[in-house]
């Protein structure tokens, strides 16, 4: 099945180092979206593209937190010098069309957790 | 901002039993959309449904059923003989502008056979 893939699925990082994220949408996707999920909580909204246009970034943290989708597919969420309140699971998300709110898939997550 | 709250943290329940997840939303839109999210333990969140509220019927689906009220600003999520299955996560949501969802803080289901 085709759907919304994400890589690592477990991600342990020292405080301090680099991770990058990785989202393979469903192919023909225009829309990918990025979630934070902390520990019982729902997700939170982090950044959207539609194509390789980041059209909104308003959900990012702080600038430690950057993604880029560079030729419309695959999506990269890259955070830098990680701190432990990095810790959550980070969901990627995709949907066939922009506007007029059309189902997201999600992937199943990365879980990221900062020592 | 948009808002949702689901005040039942927790649900426990013996297997056949009817059981109601309830969601409050707060929009500042006159016209928006509502979503029910299932996140079994593998983590994957599964779409069950979008209301438009131009709709304010119930809907129906198998074992689901949605209860939308406008006027209280509740659409409501019953499942109906429940099965171990059903176990899992139910997030409710809104949206805010044309594509960020707005989730609620979820409502962790255990049915228990």
């Known amino acids: 099945g085709a759907g919304v893939s994400q890589s690592p699925r477990y991600k342990v990082a020292k405080r301090g180092q680099d991770v990058a994220l990785r989202c393979d949408p469903i192919?023909?996707?225009?829309?990918l979206f990025w979630y934070q999920q902390a520990l019982g909580q729902g997700p939170e909204f982090l950044t959207y593209?539609?194509?390789?246009?980041?059209?909104?970034k308003s959900g990012l943290p702080s600038d430690r937190f950057f993604a880029e989708r560079p030729e419309g597919s695959v999506s990269t969420l890259k955070i830098q010098r990680t701190q432990q309140e990095d810790s959550a699971v980070y969901l990627c998300?995709?949907?066939?069309?922009?506007?007029?709110?059309?189902?997201?898939?999600f992937g199943p997550g990365t879980r990221l957790t900062v020592t | 901002a948009q808002k949702v709250t689901q005040a039942q943290t927790e649900i426990s329940v013996v297997e056949k039993e009817d059981v109601t997840l309830d969601c409050v939303y707060e929009?500042?839109?006159?016209?928006?959309?509502l979503f029910w999210y299932k996140q079994p333990p593998s983590g994957e969140l599964v779409f069950l449904i979008r209301?438009?509220?131009?709709?304010?019927q119930n809907e129906i689906s198998g074992r689901y059923s949605w209860n939308f009220q406008k006027s209280t600003s509740s659409f409501n999520f019953t499942i109906t003989a429940s099965q171990v299955v059903d176990s899992a996560v139910y997030f409710c949501?809104?949206?805010?502008?044309?594509?960020?969802?707005?989730f609620g803080q979820g409502t962790r289901l255990t049915i228990n056979p």
């Open positions: 209301r438009n509220s131009f709709d304010e």
């Open positions: 929009t500042r839109d006159t016209t928006y959309y």
């Open positions: 998300a995709s949907s066939l069309a922009p506007g007029d709110l059309y189902e997201q898939y």
């Open positions: 949501a809104t949206h805010q502008g044309a594509q960020k969802l707005v």
């Open positions: 192919s023909g996707h225009v829309s």
């Open positions: 593209f539609q194509n390789e246009a980041q059209l909104d």
